[in-house]
C-alpha cells in the first residue's frame, strides 16, 4: 500500500486548505483512513479520521472548522481545512489502517502565519 498526500502550503490565518492522500495498492473495503499531524518540538496528534462506514471522529482543536471525507472509488481522502490558525501549522501525515497494518504516506507541510 502506498499513500500519496498532495496539497499542503502556507496560508495566512483565518484562510482554507484541502489535502488530499489517494491510497494505491492492496486496499481492501473496510479500513479507517485519517489525518496526524506533528509540529516542532511535539509529538505526531491524531487530527481526524473517517472509518469505511463514513463515520468520523476529530481531534477537539479541529472540530467545526476541520471536515474529512473520503472517495472510496478513487481510495481517496481528503481533509478541508478552513478558519486555519498559526496553531495548525504541522507537517500532516496520511494515515491508512486496515486488518492488522497501518500505513503512512510522506507529510505535507502546512504553514499558516499570522
Known amino acids: 500500500v502506498q499513500l500519496q498526500a498532495s496539497g499542503g502550503g502556507m496560508v495566512q490565518a483565518g484562510e482554507s486548505l484541502r489535502l488530499s492522500c489517494a491510497a494505491s495498492?492492496?486496499?481492501?473495503?473496510?479500513?479507517?483512513m485519517g489525518w496526524y499531524r506533528q509540529a516542532p518540538g511535539k509529538q505526531r496528534e491524531l487530527v481526524a479520521a473517517?472509518?469505511?462506514?463514513?463515520?468520523?471522529t476529530y481531534s477537539d482543536s479541529v472540530k467545526g472548522r476541520f471536515t474529512i471525507f473520503r472517495d472510496d472509488a478513487q481510495n481517496t481522502v481528503y481533509l478541508q481545512m478552513n478558519s486555519l490558525k498559526p496553531a495548525d501549522t504541522a507537517v500532516y501525515y496520511c494515515n491508512l489502517a486496515q486488518r492488522i497494518m497501518t500505513y503512512w504516506g510522506k507529510g505535507t507541510q502546512v504553514t499558516v502565519s499570522s
Open positions: 495498492g492492496n486496499i481492501f473495503g473496510i479500513n479507517v
Open positions: 473517517i472509518g469505511s462506514g463514513g463515520v468520523a
